[in-house]
C-alpha cells in the first residue's frame, strides 16, 4: 500500500498548518508507515523543525495524525 508521510509547521496565532516536506512510502500496513514516519521526524534533512506529521492513504484520505505531546499518541514515538 502506498502512503504518503506530510511533515508540517503550526502557526500559533490561528492554527494554519505550513507543508514542509512530503515523502510518498510503500508499506505493508499503516503501522510500517507510522515506525517509517517516526524516522523520518527526526532525521529528515527540512527548513524547519516540523511540528507533527500526518499520514494519507493512497486515495489521499488522512489515516493517521500526530504531533509531539498528545497523550492519545504517546505511544507511537516510545522506544520498545
Known sequence: MMFTIEFFRIRKQDNAHATLDRVTYIASDLESAKVKARSL????????????????????????????????????????
Do not use: K
Open 41 to 80: 521526524f527526526d532525521t529528515l534533512n527540512m527548513p524547519q523543525n516540523p511540528d507533527g506529521l500526518r499520514i494519507l492513504d493512497q486515495s489521499g484520505n488522512e489515516v493517521f495524525f500526530w504531533t509531539p505531546g498528545i497523550a492519545s499518541e504517546a505511544g507511537f514515538f516510545s522506544s520498545d
